[in-house]
């Protein structure tokens, strides 16, 4: 079997990048100027995948490459390593959200001095 890309883990994928860099749908949809949002939920529901076009557009939207944005059946140990780091960063985001947390002073400190990296 050929490598292909799987629609249900891109879906996924895309809907945690987009919550990582606080885009919403409705953004994603006035972006790529879509008449209808269903387009953008179909794709987070892994039913359609984004046309190659819509892609490279979202990647300059979310500073990653297309090759990042989507999930294939080829290596499953890289789809794992990318949720691992997405819901790392998610959590540091919770984190930093929370002024009175026990670790938001740690995690600022980090941020400030540059000790955590983001896609760039």
């Known amino acids: 079997m050929y490598p292909m ?3 249900e883990k891109t879906g996924r994928w895309l ?3 987009f919550t990582v860099k606080r885009v919403r749908p409705k953004d994603i949809q006035a972006y790529l100027s879509l008449g209808c949002i269903q387009t953008v ?6 039913t359609n995948i984004p046309s ?14 297309v090759d990042q944005m989507v999930v294939g059946n080829k290596d499953d140990r890289a789809w794992r390593r990318r949720r691992e780091t997405c819901s ?3 959590g540091y985001l919770t984190r930093l959200e929370n002024p009175e947390g026990p670790y938001s002073r740690s995690i600022k400190s980090a941020v400030t001095h540059g000790k955590v990296e983001v896609w760039r």
């Open 5 to 7: 890309i799987d629609k």
């Open 15 to 17: 809907k945690a990048l």
């Open 41 to 46: 939920y179909r794709w987070l529901d892994g």
């Open 52 to 65: 190659m076009d819509h892609l490279y557009a979202l990647s300059g939207l979310l500073g990653i490459t």
């Open 88 to 90: 790392r960063l998610a």
